[in-house]
């Protein structure tokens, strides 16, 4: 069964003070790597897409990475409006279905 | 576009009462999913369908939980009798397989009270 574990479950951070979510996993055989970022009320918004190890993406001020065990999600110089829940799911190359991690929430402070 | 589109937002129920809540995914996606999501259990799949046909339901609760997809704009999520820990928010999503592709775009989700 596929496994996804978040860290840490909240982070709280003054704007501009840079920082790091984890997602580990267990998957058998890897298809892709999704982060999600959820406000409060609403559902999820998808920002990234990883395939391989070793692959990296940006937007704006986050960036993901993607190791064989791992995936980090960059916060780089953050500001209030970056305050949100953010999901980690993988799917299987065997399978079209997500499966999610407890979410990191994260709290920017101005 | 319209991205997916959820109806009821907000629904409040008695035990034993009949839900209905309704999703119209993007359109031209083929790849329909509902999820459920809870302090407790965090988001999970329920179920999901591709060209109209269930894929997997494993993760439809009992049931009382029934979904149907009769064209390709439209799906429900019935739960008939209804119970309070049916409580949660219920959200849709839909996807198309583009080359290696497959992002899911959620809908706003229902938030279902049941007391």
């Known amino acids: 069964e596929d496994q996804v574990t978040q860290s840490p479950e909240a982070l709280r951070l003054q704007e501009g003070e840079s920082s790091s979510l984890n997602c580990s996993y267990t998957?058998?055989?890897?298809?892709?790597l999704f982060w999600y970022r959820q406000d409060p009320g609403k559902g999820p918004e998808f920002l990234f897409t990883?395939?391989?190890a070793g692959e990296e993406k940006e937007k704006e001020r986050l960036k993901a990475t993607l190791t064989k065990k791992e995936s980090f999600l960059h916060i780089t110089a953050p500001k209030p409006e970056d305050s949100a829940t953010y999901l980690c799911?993988?799917?299987?190359?065997?399978?079209?279905?997500?499966?999610f991690g407890a979410g990191t929430t994260v709290t920017v402070r101005a | 576009d319209a991205g997916v589109i959820q109806s009821p937002r907000h629904e409040v129920t008695e035990m034993g009462q009949e839900v209905t809540l309704r999703c119209k995914p993007i359109?031209?996606?083929?790849?329909l999913f509902w999820y459920r999501q809870t302090m407790m259990r965090g988001l999970e799949l329920l179920i999901y369908?591709?060209?109209?046909?269930?894929?997997?339901d494993s993760g439809m609760p009992e049931d009382r939980f029934s979904a149907k997809m009769p064209n390709a704009s439209f799906s429900t999520l019935k739960i008939q009798p209804s119970e309070p820990r049916d409580s949660a928010v219920y959200f849709c999503?839909?996807?198309?397989?583009?080359?290696?592709?497959?992002?899911?775009?959620f809908g706003p989700g229902t938030r279902l009270t049941v007391l």
């Open positions: 359109s031209g996606h083929d790849y």
């Open positions: 990883l395939y391989s």
């Open positions: 799911a993988v799917q299987a190359r065997s399978d079209y279905k997500l499966s």
């Open positions: 998957v058998s055989g890897l298809r892709g």
């Open positions: 999503a839909s996807s198309s397989r583009t080359g290696f592709t497959d992002t899911q775009y």
């Open positions: 369908f591709n060209n109209n046909v269930p894929i997997d």
